[in-house]
């Protein structure tokens, strides 16, 4: 299981539209080895096929495949955008967090929602998490959470 | 005990999201409900009480039996609690 680690960070970035986004939350996954490249593919074909719905709270963007799209081990990456564009979805746009999701099939996923759940339950952490400068800022966001 | 089918578009990461906090929101109001997450057109050939799921995804749902409920923002406990209690009355 990897969530937000270093490698699968990436802050400040800049994005000309939702599907380069989530391209490039897609190659944070692909880079840590956790999914195939055709996952990314998958990734930007299911938002062509079923549209934004995945915008799942305002600033936030989970975009995913299916496990048998490629992945390999259970993942979160994090694409924070400096500035935030639309996906077109009616009530949470525009979007500055997108975090790709590669979707296992093992408990792990489970775990791995439930911590992303609780760290993006709280209204401030997503405040912070838009703010934060550096990975190091992330990383103290996430460990604060953890630790409660 | 009610049925909820908490829905999105491939059945294996947002709706397990919803399906989290949905559950946890009932928990707290004491209303037994088994909660099942899937993806739009396994949801149109299943019978429940309650689907949850998006705005961009009610669309594909409409004409289903149960009742729809829709929630904007996912993260957002206070939404989920007043979504329920608009909605789902335990019988």
Same mark, same amino acid.
């Given at each position: 299981m990897?969530?937000?680690?270093?490698?699968?960070?990436?802050?400040?970035?800049?994005?000309?539209?939702?599907?380069?986004?989530?391209k490039?939350a897609g190659?944070?996954?692909?880079?840590?080895?956790?999914?195939e490249?055709?996952?990314?593919?998958?990734?930007?074909?299911?938002?062509?096929?079923?549209?934004?719905?995945?915008?799942?709270a305002?600033?936030?963007?989970?975009?995913?495949?299916?496990?048998?799209?490629g992945?390999?081990?259970a993942?979160?990456?994090l694409?924070q955008l400096?500035?935030?564009?639309?996906?077109?979805h009616?009530s949470?746009?525009?979007v500055?967090?997108?975090?790709?999701l590669?979707?296992?099939?093992?408990?792990e996923?489970?775990d791995?929602?439930?911590?992303?759940?609780?760290?993006l339950?709280?209204?401030?952490?997503?405040n912070?998490?838009r703010?934060?400068?550096s990975y190091?800022?992330?990383?103290t966001?996430?460990?604060?959470e953890e630790?409660? | 005990m009610?049925?909820?089918?908490?829905?999105?578009?491939l059945?294996?990461?947002t709706?397990?999201?919803?399906?989290?906090?949905?559950?946890?929101?009932?928990?707290e109001?004491?209303?037994?409900?088994d !909660?099942?997450?899937?993806?739009?057109?396994?949801?149109?050939s299943?019978?429940? #009480?309650?689907? @949850?799921?998006? %705005?961009?995804l009610?669309?594909?749902?409409?004409?289903?039996s149960?009742?729809?409920?829709? !929630?904007?923002?996912y993260?957002?406990?206070?939404?989920?609690?007043q979504?329920? #209690?608009?909605? @789902?009355?335990? %019988?």
């Amino acid at each position: 299981m990897r969530f937000l680690e270093k490698g699968l960070v990436k802050v400040g970035a800049k994005a000309a539209d939702a599907e380069d986004a989530i391209k490039q939350a897609g190659v944070l996954l692909a880079d840590a080895k956790t999914v195939e490249d055709v996952y990314i593919d998958a990734m930007v074909q299911s938002f062509q096929e079923n549209g934004p719905y995945f915008v799942l709270a305002p600033h936030i963007a989970i975009p995913h495949a299916r496990p048998e799209d490629g992945v390999k081990e259970a993942s979160v990456s994090l694409l924070q955008l400096k500035e935030p564009i639309t996906f077109g979805h009616s009530s949470n746009d525009p979007v500055q967090l997108i975090f790709g999701l590669g979707a296992s099939s093992s408990e792990e996923h489970i775990d791995l929602l439930k911590k992303l759940t609780q760290l993006l339950n709280k209204e401030e952490n997503v405040n912070q998490l838009r703010t934060a400068a550096s990975y190091h800022d992330i990383k103290t966001i996430i460990e604060m959470e953890e630790n409660k | 005990m009610i049925k909820v089918l908490s829905v999105c578009g491939l059945g294996q990461g947002t709706s397990l999201i919803l399906k989290m906090n949905v559950e946890q929101a009932l928990t707290e109001k004491g209303i037994q409900a088994d !909660v099942e997450h899937m993806d739009v057109s396994t949801a149109s050939s299943m019978s429940a #009480d309650y689907i @949850i799921t998006s %705005n961009e995804l009610a669309e594909g749902l409409e004409g289903h039996s149960a009742k729809l409920i829709i !929630v904007n923002n996912y993260f957002d406990l206070d939404e989920i609690n007043q979504a329920i #209690d608009n909605h @789902i009355v335990e %019988n």
